[in-house]
């Protein structure tokens, strides 16, 4: 699988600047990520990895649009992000993201009338050809209540890329599933990656899936999440996990994310 290069001349398509971003809690402000910078290029499989609680999802939602950093920016294609839009599309962990009384057509059809995008026959098309992609070419009048949980994220990733977004927002998509089906996911996304060569921000607490999926990982420190290092597809290859470079890779990162002393600028935790 060829992996995207980018020249010097290059301009990200998602530009994360400094940003630091805050949440409210029935307690206190929570400084969710402090300062954190990266740059994703068009056709990246960029991931956000880190243990639980370091930010991830939250920066993951500001990207989307939902949170406005409290300090830096974050422009899309040069274009300060300020609040969603459908150029940026979510898919979440959980199954229950689907209307219960729509078929799966009629789900990813739902997004690309109810914007505006495309009238029913067009959207029609639409939804059919990304059921395709997603391999339930024989599922498109199906209920979710009658679908497995790969079959329903495999709907809302296909719902999702309907939408042709300029950037495919993934929030620990496969955790909810069995051992089985998530590897089969990761699997079935590079093959949809390999088709479509859309852009992916994922994020994931799971080093052999952030190895997997991605061709740069950014890995984040405990909470605040703060930038330990970021990896390029020259120092990995998902195709040998097992091998002993992988190991050695595996085991360089387990040591960034759980190291008893973790070199952070201070930052307050609480406000």
């Known amino acids: ?24 809690t ?4 929570v400084t969710a990520t402090y300062k954190v910078s990266f740059d994703v290029y068009q056709g990246d499989r960029f991931v956000l990895l880190g243990p639980s609680g370091c930010g991830k999802s939250t920066m993951l939602k500001g990207v989307g649009g939902f949170i406005a950093p409290v300090a ?11 609040g969603p839009g459908p150029d940026r599309m979510m898919v979440f962990q959980e199954f229950d993201q689907l209307m219960p009384w729509k078929t799966v057509k009629q789900n990813i059809m739902f997004p690309l009338i109810s914007s505006g ?16 992609k997603v391999k339930l070419s024989k599922f498109p009048n199906a209920y979710p ?12 990733i296909a719902r999702a890329m309907a939408m042709e977004p300029e950037i495919l927002l993934m929030d620990e998509p496969f ?14 996304l590079l093959q949809l990656w390999d088709d479509v060569r859309f852009t992916v921000l994922f994020v994931t607490h799971s ?4 190895l997997i999926v991605g061709n740069r990982i950014l890995v984040m420190s405990p909470h605040p999440g703060q930038v330990k ?19 050695q890779l595996q085991h360089r990162i387990r040591e960034m994310l759980f190291a008893d002393q973790i070199e952070q600028t201070e930052v307050p935790r609480h406000a």
Request: charged share 35%.
């Open 207 to 210: 080093i052999e899936e952030a």
């Open 229 to 247: 290092a970021e990896l390029n597809a020259h120092e990995f290859d998902h195709t040998s996990i097992g091998s002993p470079k992988m190991q």
């Open 1 to 24: 699988m060829e992996m995207p290069r980018h020249g010097n001349g290059d301009k990200p398509l998602l530009e994360v600047k400094e940003v630091t971003l805050q949440y409210k």
């Open 175 to 188: 955790a909810a599933l069995d051992a089985l089906t998530r590897r089969k996911m990761q699997e079935e």
């Open 117 to 132: 995008r495309m009238r029913a026959k067009e959207a029609e098309q639409q939804a059919l050809k990304y059921i395709d």
């Open 72 to 82: 830096g920016e974050m422009r899309l294609r040069g274009r300060a992000i300020h």
């Open 145 to 156: 209540h009658t679908l497995s949980g790969g079959m329903k994220q495999r709907v809302g």
């Open 26 to 29: 029935k307690e206190s402000l």
